[in-house]
């Protein structure tokens, strides 16, 4: 543009020139001297070509610069509709972010642990817990309810005493009555000896840990807990209360917690029997090796 710029002012230097050449001749023939009406002429011819060029040249130029303000204005558009698509985007990352920590509070504080359960769950729960502290333990503040496996299971098997059917019983009782608007997840641990006796049954102790959960959901079912309330898991040695001692024996690490949650239905209904009553002899299933349990 510059470029184009400079060569119009170019040939207005030269139309000016032509112009003052046409002035001196004109002054020379009004002189008298006849001889320069040819050059007049000439003269003339040129400027008038001249003039024309310079219109032409003053029309691209209005050309060129229309066709700037056109782009310059595309550009605004342009910026402008960016500069709105960013704005909705930080938005919605905003509203994503919001979503994500109300999830994320949602599964700490209702699903699993730092749940606040109704009062009379609470007041159920802490008089159970009363009754049997030898057995178990309540944790208000993570709507938990520890089982003590020494208690509850003899050292490397997964069936319950009659001591742990009774208070399970109760505390089914509570679940079906006081408690039915929640569900539960029962986690079994372990300490850290290795299996040996019961290898066959449990070949690790996460298969001890996971059995243990289950048994203790089965006992509860077969005291008339609906099976969709519940699911059963197991951590094995892995997350120890206390450091595992040099042995493994470490009795406080040996435990099942069922944890309270809230309800979230899909509406889908539950099949009519999800999971039989467990006899006092049967078992679960044993796999035929210890690898297939982390396939």
Not at 27 to 36: H, P, Q, V, W, Y
Not at 184 to 205: E, L, Y
Request: hydrophobic fraction near 40%; charge should be positive; proline fraction near 3%.
């Amino acid at each position: 543009m510059m470029m184009h710029t400079m060569s119009v002012a170019r040939r207005i230097g030269v139309a000016r020139a032509a112009v003052a050449m046409v002035v001196g001749l004109l002054g020379l023939t009004l002189g008298g001297c006849s001889s320069s009406n040819t050059a007049l002429l000439e003269a003339n011819r040129a400027l008038q070509e001249q003039n024309t060029k310079l219109v032409q040249d003053n029309e691209s130029l209005h050309t060129l610069n229309q066709q700037l303000q056109d782009g310059l204005a595309a550009r605004d558009r342009a910026m402008a509709e960016m500069q709105a698509l960013l704005n909705d985007v930080r938005a919605n990352r905003a509203d994503l972010a919001a979503r994500i920590d109300r999830l994320d509070a949602n599964s700490k504080n209702t699903q699993f642990g730092n749940i606040a359960l109704d009062a009379g769950t609470d007041a159920a729960l802490r008089e159970l817990a009363s009754q049997h502290s030898d057995l178990l333990e309540y944790d208000a503040a993570r709507g938990m309810i520890r089982f003590k496996s020494d208690v509850l299971f003899d050292s490397g098997k997964d069936a319950l005493s009659s001591n742990a059917r009774s208070t399970i019983k109760q505390f089914t009782q509570i679940l079906n009555t006081t408690a039915n608007g929640y569900d539960v997840r029962i986690v079994g641990h372990t300490d850290s000896q290795p299996i040996r006796r019961t290898a066959a049954q449990h070949p690790t102790n996460w298969h001890l840990s996971c059995h243990r959960a289950i048994s203790v959901l089965r006992e509860m079912v077969s005291d008339g807990f609906a099976s969709e309330r519940g699911e059963a898991c197991g951590k094995g040695e892995f997350e120890p209360m206390v450091q595992n001692t040099a042995s493994g024996n470490t009795p406080q690490n040996r435990r099942v917690e069922v944890f309270m949650t809230k309800q979230y239905r899909t509406g889908i209904p539950a099949p009519a029997a999800t999971m039989a009553p467990k006899s006092p002899a049967s078992k679960p299933a044993t796999p035929a090796k210890s690898d297939d349990f982390l396939k």
